[in-house]
């Protein structure tokens, strides 16, 4: 059975080896450890996993890595957007086939200024492609990167014509407000802001997790802000986790990341990127690990 769509998912960073080739098993353990923090699931091939720098056949293998290491299939969310209906169909359905509990389905990202109808046909086709193997989909809002979102009149007409299928959203718009409306306009659906920066406000207005790339880093922070949101002791903690995510969002989310994750696991390896992405200098990682929000944040870790 599928695991519902609630709590901490993280888009778990990808580790790739000196030349360039992903290094499955070191992802794999980075997986688990983000599980062992309080993880629900793991939000793999997402943006902050460099994705779209993997070929169709290194993100089947990444997700099929997971199983053999011993991750449960409920425990993924494999993002599978692409630009290639029939692209996102076959990870899609590879997804299904494995048992994941559903997918992370970018918009189709490359051409700009398309209608809300070529955006809904792009879902209709893949939906009806899948068939009977279509696996849940959260659909994937992140304006600034693909320049293709989902309005609100999109999300009703496609949550009306797959009610069993498009189940959720997560927002990375970075507009608190329209997190905010899309709960609101649609209270059963699982919304998912794509940063904690305004957890608190929206777990309050019903949202039901969060899928934030520093997560990576503070999966236990996290965690802990969304068992108690509701608790006196909220906003302090929300405080903290804003800390953490400005300080490595100034030096870019994913080299940010990666650099925190390099110093922790003690592994230089854990710093390298795809092109066209770079991996930090010298200069800005010492500006990042000696940050107090990061300093804390690497200690308590080691405690």
């Avoid at 009149?153 to 189940?167: C, D, Q, V, W």
Wanted: charged letters at 25%.
């Amino acid at each position: 059975m599928a695991r519902a769509f609630a709590g901490l998912w993280p888009p778990v960073c990808t580790a790739f080896a000196d030349d360039g080739s992903v290094d499955n098993k070191r992802t794999v353990r980075h997986s688990k450890a983000l599980l062992a923090d309080g993880a629900e699931g793991l939000a793999i091939l997402g943006t902050t996993s460099e994705a779209n720098s993997l070929s169709l056949d290194e993100r089947r293998k990444l997700i099929d890595a997971h199983l053999e290491g011993g991750i449960e299939a409920d425990r993924l969310m494999p993002g599978t957007g692409a630009c290639a209906v029939d692209d996102v169909v076959a990870l899609s359905k590879h997804a299904y086939e494995i048992g994941a509990s559903g997918v992370l389905m970018l918009p189709p990202f490359y051409y700009k200024k398309v209608p809300d109808d070529g955006v809904y046909t792009f879902y209709a086709r893949v939906i009806d492609k899948l068939g009977a193997k279509a696996p849940p989909i959260m659909l994937y809002h992140i304006p600034p990167m693909a320049a293709v979102g989902f309005s609100l009149e999109l999300i009703g007409r496609l949550t009306e014509a797959y009610p069993e299928i498009i189940l959720g959203m997560k927002d990375s718009s970075g507009d608190a407000e329209n997190t905010l409306a899309v709960i609101k306009a649609f209270p059963k659906f699982a919304v998912f802001p794509g940063a904690e920066l305004y957890l608190v406000r929206a777990m309050k207005a019903g949202g039901r997790g969060c899928i934030s790339a520093t997560a990576n880093v503070n999966a236990a922070g996290i965690s802990n802000l969304l068992k108690k949101w509701q608790s006196p002791e909220a906003d302090a903690l929300q405080e903290e986790l804003n800390l953490v995510r400005k300080a490595v969002e100034a030096r870019g989310n994913i080299p940010g990341c990666k650099a925190i994750l390099a110093d922790r696991y003690n592994d230089k390896a854990w710093n390298n990127v795809r092109p066209p992405l770079v991996s930090l200098a010298e200069k800005p990682t010492a500006e990042l690990l000696a940050d107090p929000a990061i300093r804390k944040l690497q200690e308590s870790v080691a405690a």
